[in-house]
């Protein structure tokens, strides 16, 4: 079964602390994605990658860094956390440069930034 | 700016009333439009790619819908199961990006 995998389930960090965030896939997928989940807001795209070492900014990129070392493995990067980077973040991947459908989610990070 | 929105924001049903949840969205040149189901806790899962207007996919008892303007999602005799937030995104031309919706909170009473 295709599975994305994302190291933490909640995390608590303090402000100015730098915070990594895994996400592994199995399914030998190009693509790759992170978005953040917060209430009233929606989905919104932090970062992408479509290929090892290959990284594009989403919609709301600030704060934040990505690294692609492996094509299974996609990182999200909190340099100094802080109070407003408290969400959800969903990380998600497909098979297609193109097309993006069929992305399949990780279950994600509640990170908490106190 | 492609635009995706959905209504209502949340929705209650008794188990075996039909309804639909709607997605307007404004995009330059529709690449394909996208539902999800998420439940709470998890991940979205993908349920349909739609790609132009009178395309139609059914599963279970879902039945997505397109038309140049919007897309609904029917459902039909639902079942407590059913209870989900159903996520629509779309893909503009040109665009490897997907922009989402806010989601619709579907809630089913037994």
């Known amino acids: 079964d295709v599975k994305v995998t994302q190291s933490s389930r909640y995390l608590v960090k303090r402000t100015g602390e730098k915070v990594f965030l895994e996400c592994v896939q199995d399914m030998d997928h190009e693509n790759m994605f992170w978005y953040r989940q917060d209430p009233g807001l929606g989905l919104r795209l932090i970062y992408f990658?479509?290929?090892?070492?290959?990284?594009e900014k989403g919609d709301i990129p600030e704060g934040y860094s990505v690294s692609r070392e492996k094509k299974e493995r996609f990182s999200l990067i909190l340099e100094s956390a802080s109070t407003n980077q408290t969400s959800m973040y969903l990380c998600?991947?497909?098979?297609?440069?193109?097309?993006?459908?069929?992305?399949?989610f990780g279950s994600g990070t509640q990170l908490s930034v106190l | 700016e492609d635009q995706v929105t959905q209504s209502p924001e949340a929705l209650r049903l008794q188990e075996g009333e039909s309804s639909s949840l709607n997605c307007s969205y404004t995009?330059?040149?529709?690449?394909?439009l996208f539902w999800y189901r998420q439940d709470p806790g998890k991940g979205p899962e993908f349920l349909f790619t739609?790609?132009?207007a009178g395309e139609e996919k059914e599963k279970e008892r879902l039945k997505a819908t397109l038309t140049k303007k919007e897309s609904f999602l029917h459902i039909t005799a639902p079942k407590p199961e059913d209870s989900a937030t159903y996520l629509c995104a779309v893909q503009a031309g040109g665009s490897e990006k997907l922009v989402f919706g806010k989601g619709t909170k579907l809630t089913v009473n037994p």
């Open positions: 995009v330059s040149g529709l690449r394909g």
């Open positions: 998600a991947s497909s098979g297609y440069r193109v097309h993006n459908e069929k992305l399949f």
């Open positions: 739609l790609y132009s």
């Open positions: 990658s479509y290929d090892v070492k290959m990284k």
